[in-house]
């Protein structure tokens, strides 16, 4: 049940953090996988690096223009995929008085419209084959507000919304759609998080398990999402946070 050899898997964000993880993880075990991000060094030495058959699309996801194209591209490796994962994120940081319109549009583009589109351009090949996979990456901010957070809860409480929805749309076809909330995982975008030892060692003890994330803890939430063991789960949101939000 919890296998994902020969599914073709596109992840986005996998040129750093969670991404790159995931991405590497399925490759390992025996997907074939498409990373798509902005930064095409990072994109390269990712599918050098990675084991398994890997390949990538360097590209703007925050630019809906490019969409059309993007699919394309992502469809020229290895086929149409399987299983989409939409882990490319973003965040601003402002505070509500500083946001910037530039600051909110790409927050929105990266974190809400690029994963409806890029679904909605590869879900009909999905729904040929009866069979389907779409994880997207909602966030503990997605119910709780954080300083600094006004665009990027906004995006992620849309993405919960979101998941929702697209399941309500595409799992009578065979696309099931469900959300991953992680915690605090050290990655690029918690980078300033982790480099205060006294605010990182607070984040942990406010989880009932008294640490923060992994990255193998990743590893098997993802495989359930994206395997048939999750045959009879859409439209659900699991916060792999430790416990932070049972508290």
Not at 129 to 150: D, E, H, T, V
Not at 185 to 210: H, K, M, W, Y
Request: aromatic residues 8%.
């Amino acid at each position: 049940m919890f296998n994902v050899a020969g599914k073709v898997v596109c992840v986005t964000g996998a040129s750093g953090g969670i991404g790159r993880s995931i991405a590497t993880y399925l490759a390992d075990n025996g997907a074939m996988v498409v990373g798509v991000a902005r930064r095409e060094s990072e994109l390269m030495a990712w599918s050098k690096s990675a084991g398994g058959n890997t390949a990538f699309v360097a590209t703007d996801l925050s630019d809906r223009s490019l969409m059309p194209e993007n699919i394309t591209q992502i469809e020229s490796h290895f086929g149409a995929p399987d299983i989409l994962i939409n882990a490319a994120g973003i965040n601003t940081r402002e505070a509500a008085d500083d946001v910037t319109a530039a600051g909110w549009d790409i927050t929105m583009n990266i974190n809400l419209m690029a994963p409806f589109f890029l679904a909605q351009g590869l879900v009909p090949a999905m729904q040929r084959k009866g069979w389907g996979r779409i994880i997207n990456f909602a966030s503990l901010q997605s119910r709780r507000a954080f300083p600094s957070g006004i665009a990027y809860g906004a995006s992620k409480g849309g993405v919960e919304q979101l998941t929702r929805a697209m399941a309500e749309a595409w799992s009578s076809q065979g696309v099931n759609v469900n959300a991953l909330a992680p915690g605090f995982f050290p990655t690029e975008l918690t980078e300033s998080v982790f480099a205060d030892p006294v605010r990182s060692n607070r984040n942990a003890q406010q989880t009932c398990i008294g640490r923060n994330g992994k990255e193998n803890d990743l590893y098997g939430p993802v495989l359930f999402f994206c395997s048939s063991a999750s045959d009879y789960v859409t439209g659900q949101t699991l916060f792999l946070d430790g416990g932070f939000t049972a508290k």
